[in-house]
């Protein structure tokens, strides 16, 4: 199984980015049943939830970036996407897609830095 997070970069306070998470090795069925989320570490903070969808029904976000922030997933395709908007620069972290499956198995993309400085 590997996760692999990409589109992290440098954007402007105000500014949007969408992050997405590819993932390999699960089958349709258990990735659709699983939890998927989207996590981040600021530097010299610990790692926190941002958002997580569960087997793609509901989704719940940290109060910090509710409104601002949406996750998505594509269970065809093994995906999940999470849509960045109006950023801070308190949002400046590395972001982490995490898999939960039923059974308590748990895997972790390696990060996609976020910066939003001006």
């Known amino acids: 199984v590997q996760l692999q997070a990409s589109g992290g970069g440098l954007v402007l306070p105000g500014g949007s980015l969408r992050l997405s998470c590819k993932t390999s090795g699960f089958i349709f069925s258990v990735f659709s049943a699983a939890d998927v989320g989207w996590y981040r570490q600021a530097p010299g903070k610990q790692r926190e939830l941002v958002a997580i969808?569960?087997?793609?029904?509901?989704?719940d976000y940290a109060e910090a970036v509710k409104g601002r922030f949406a996750i998505s997933r594509d269970n065809s395709r093994k995906t999940t996407n999470l849509q960045m908007n109006s950023l801070k620069p308190e949002d400046t972290a590395v972001y982490y897609c995490?898999?939960?499956?039923?059974?308590?198995?748990?895997?972790w993309g390696r990060g996609t830095l976020v910066t939003v400085s001006s």
């Open positions: 995490n898999v939960l499956l039923e059974d308590g198995q748990t895997w």
């Open positions: 969808n569960s087997a793609g029904s509901n989704s």
